[in-house]
């Protein structure tokens, strides 16, 4: 099966003729092939994409609203494929597919079909001499790069408010989970969204990737992914002028006080430890916890721990699928290896899970909960990214917090207390971009999501998208 590139409307190979080979990492075989784009294939994308332009910033916002919901009705009707490709492609159990990917792809496209319509902007009076009033207006052709964690989730997260302000876009997901995005292109072709509005070019991140990023007449990126590709991106941007936005890695803490609401904590710290098998930015990697509980939270943390179930994606039963490569499973595992180094003990997992029959090539791995690391080190301070948390006590407030802020990332963060004065003072100091008390992962896409430090720079949702993808002019008349 050969995934096709979305340009001008119409499916093709890449110029080249090249393909990659796209592994289901399940089972750990080639299933289909991406194709091999390059800058000659992103160049055609920038034409078509400058070519509908006119037309697409000019038809009014109503017509956008009609289009984009009529592409988030045929999400919805296409649920269950969808959730297939994106477990097949990610490895992730279908149920994360079925209701957490998919139904926030069609969300994010619905929040900005809607938004549009409320986007106002500014004026400001000078009495008796002159009114001043802000046009917001799209930027033009525009670049959205997209990792392999959430698919299509954040790869519609950037399209959707790109598209919503009028301007044309050329999208990327990551090679190693590209068919929803193919699926998505196919979605927009009956939708009919007008060619060259949307253009998604297959390919691999330095080729395909680094062109949009270069191109002279994409103005504008839209990247999450690894901090360090974050760094090359800015790099080639920079001297461009081009507008950034930057959602990189996180470390992300969970602040745990004696106080806290257990059940409440150690069943949310379970899901923020392992959803998606660990591969969301938002994870809680390091979870701290006050020493008077820190025993019986550590205990009943690895219990649940040993209880969720790793097995085959398409399993409605199954809790944690495979992780997205056989790379990223050796990266993991590197890191588990580093913690016995540095002097941790591995509580539970951490172990390549062996399953049954295909699914013996496929790259599972058990849910891990270190103790006993320092906070300096640097299986604390490097974005792992896998089903891995370490454990730490502390005992005052002010610890708690310098443990929290001790590294480079600054992205989420939870607190779990019931005193909401300390809950609001440690929200108030912590490094973050998102902070959530006694909860995790309760998200309003109109809130501003992004981190600070190396976790990003600008933030995405709500009008803080459609502000990154509009130009501010002001207009000012004189009476
Ligand atoms: O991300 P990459 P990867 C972290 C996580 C993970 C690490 C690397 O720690 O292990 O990043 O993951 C494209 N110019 N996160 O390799 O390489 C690439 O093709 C332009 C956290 O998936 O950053 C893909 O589409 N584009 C993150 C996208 O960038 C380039 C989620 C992301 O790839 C490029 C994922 C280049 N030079 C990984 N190089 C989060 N914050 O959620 C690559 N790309």
Redesign the pocket.
């Known amino acids: 099966m050969q995934i096709q590139n979305y340009i001008n409307g119409q499916l093709h190979p890449a110029q080249s003729g090249g393909w990659l080979d796209n592994f289901n990492p399940s089972n750990g075989q080639v299933y289909s092939q991406i194709p091999d784009s390059d800058a000659a294939d992103v160049q055609a994308a920038v034409e078509a994409a400058e070519a509908a332009f006119p037309a697409w910033s000019t038809c009014g916002v109503n017509e956008r609203y009609r289009i984009l919901h009529r592409i988030a009705d045929l999400i919805r009707e296409r649920l269950e494929e969808l959730a297939q490709a994106e477990s097949k492609d990610s490895g992730k159990a279908i149920t994360t597919s079925r209701t957490v990917d998919i139904p926030r792809a069609e969300a994010n496209i619905r929040f900005f079909a809607t938004a549009i319509l409320h986007f106002g902007s500014e004026s400001h009076q000078m009495e008796g001499m002159a009114v001043n009033y802000t046009l917001r207006q799209p930027i033009g052709v525009v670049g959205c ?6 698919p299509l989730y ?1 790869f519609t997260w950037k399209i959707a408010p790109a598209l919503a302000a009028g301007n044309c876009v050329v999208a ?5 989970t590209p068919m929803t995005g193919f699926l998505l292109s196919k979605i927009c072709i009956e939708a009919g969204l007008p060619a060259g509005v949307l253009n998604i070019v297959h390919g ?3 080729k ?3 062109a ?2 270069e191109h002279p007449k994409i103005k504008a990126v839209s ?8 760094r ?2 800015a790099r ?1 941007a920079a001297p461009m002028f081009k507008k950034l936005s930057l ?4 470390k992300n803490p969970n602040v745990i006080f004696a106080d806290c609401n257990f059940e409440e904590a150690v069943s949310t710290t379970v899901r923020s430890s392992f959803a998606n098998n660990g ?3 938002l994870c809680g990697s390091r979870v701290y916890i006050e020493r008077p509980i820190y025993e019986k939270f550590r205990d009943e943390l690895v219990r649940r721990a040993k209880n969720l179930k790793v097995g085959d994606p398409f399993d409605a039963g199954t809790d944690l699928g495979s992780l997205v490569s056989k790379q ?1 499973r050796e ?1 993991v595992q590197g890191y588990l290896a580093l913690a016995r180094e540095e002097g941790g003990t591995v509580l539970c997992g951490g172990e390549p899970v062996e399953l049954p029959g295909e699914l013996s090539g496929g790259y599972y791995l058990s849910p891990a909960v270190v103790e006993g690391l320092p906070n300096a080190c640097r299986t604390n301070q490097e ?3 896998g089903p891995v948390v370490t454990l730490q006590p502390f005992d005052t407030e002010e610890e708690a917090l310098a443990l929290a802020n001790g590294v480079e990332y600054g ?1 989420a963060s939870t607190i779990w207390t019931s005193d909401i004065s300390r809950a609001a003072r440690v929200a108030e100091r912590i490094q973050a971009g998102i902070v959530w008390i006694n909860c995790w992962m309760v998200r309003d896409l109109r809130t501003p999501f992004g981190g600070v430090k190396n ?2 720079v600008g933030r995405e949702g709500g009008t803080e998208a459609l502000r990154f993808f509009t130009e501010a002019k002001n207009v000012c008349i004189k009476y």
């Open positions: 790069i997209s990792p392999w964690n959430l954040l990327k997901p990551s090679e190693l691999l991140g330095p395909a990737g680094q949009i990023v990247f999450t992914g690894g901090t360090s590709t974050g090359i991106l080639t959602e990189l890695g996180g591969q969301i930015c990223h990266k974005e792992i990214f992205l976790s990003g």
